[in-house]
């Protein structure tokens, strides 16, 4: 069995890129913070985001912390989505300089989706102003789809709840089931 920060470099098995057996999505959370990293402060955000995914029937195949360097953080991206169709941040969104999450999101991605992250940034601004101060990101990596979340408890749920609804149809079209109806 293997330990929830492990993964395999292995690529998904192909039955999780059917889009029919979306409630059951696999989805990973990467926590992007220095003190965390380090053990000098306790991850509250990485556990609300996994929570908020599991209620919505996303099964959260792994849950890891990297501190805030564009390198680590995309190659831990890219491990991810090896094994995950969902891979959700939450930190290093703002502008201070040691801020680099939508960078290397950015850095990693095939493909971004401006909207998904100007949507979850206007719903933000309805409750406070600051989240104009956001910087994140949504983009495709092969057939995972990687969004940048705030690194507040609060503001990670609320941006995630933001555009919840939008996922499992983005998933579909990811993984190529483009046909309309």
Do not use: W, Y
């Not at 939508?102 to 933000?124: K, N, W």
């Not at 940048?148 to 609320?158: C, F, R, Y």
């Not at 709840?161 to 996922?167: N, R």
């Not at 993984?175 to 309309?180: E, F, L, M, P, V």
């Amino acid at each position: 069995m293997r330990h929830k920060d492990q993964m395999s470099s292995a690529a998904p098995d192909a039955s999780l890129l059917d889009p029919s057996i979306i409630n059951r999505t696999p989805a990973a959370v990467l926590t992007v913070s220095d003190s965390c990293s380090r053990g000098e402060k306790v991850d509250l955000s990485g556990p609300a985001v996994a929570e908020a995914l599991s209620r919505r029937n996303f099964q959260v195949v792994v849950r890891s912390v990297v501190a805030d360097e564009r390198a680590a953080i995309q190659e831990k991206l890219i491990e991810l989505c090896r094994s995950a169709r969902l891979v959700v941040t939450t930190g290093g969104t703002g502008i201070a300089p040691r801020d680099v999450t939508p960078e290397a999101t950015s850095a990693v991605c095939d493909r971004l989706v401006e909207g998904i992250a100007e949507h979850m940034r206007f719903q933000g601004m309805c409750k406070t102003p600051f989240a104009a101060l956001s910087r994140a990101v949504c983009g495709v990596r092969g057939t995972s789809l990687i969004l940048n979340l705030p690194g507040s408890p609060a503001g990670a749920v609320e941006s995630l709840e933001a555009v919840m609804d939008f996922l499992p149809h983005a998933l579909e079209l990811i993984a190529g089931k483009t046909a309309h109806e």
